[in-house]
């Protein structure tokens, strides 16, 4: 089976500076016989991040906040994980990662300049966009070659 854990963490690293306070949120994916022993392997792959690089500096907590399970993933289908909406301007910039590891965090950080986003400096690369029109409310996705 393959399971992906879905993570909040917080740290207290804002008792130094209130600038370095560092909240947010990851995901594990593995392949294991069972939920217990993916939940093993999630812990023991946090512990080696937690001693191996400051992904969870300081003091950190960190909370499960949901398991999914599956036998197996469509050859056909993308499966949309993980989506979130928050209401307001997004204001802080704030540190992602894509696969890390102990050998390479792989960070970056991504801020919001005048409604696009920024990415270590540069400006984020438009993937899709989708825009109503007016006459009949029909949604035209607008893509790279428009």
Known sequence: MIYIGNFLYLSNLQENSETERRHGDFSLIVRADDRERAVEQ???????????????????KIFMTRLIEFGDISKTNAILLNYTSTAGDPVMPFIGCSAP???????????????????NGHQGRL?????????????????DND
């Open 42 to 60: 999630f812990k023991a792959r946090i512990t080696g991040f937690k001693q191996a690089s400051d992904l969870f500096g300081g003091m950190c």
């Open 127 to 143: 993937f899709m966009e989708f825009q109503t029109r007016r006459k009949n409310n029909e949604l035209h996705q607008m893509s």
């Open 101 to 119: 590891s102990e050998q390479s965090d792989d960070c970056r950080i991504y801020e919001w300049k005048e409604s696009e986003p920024e990415i």
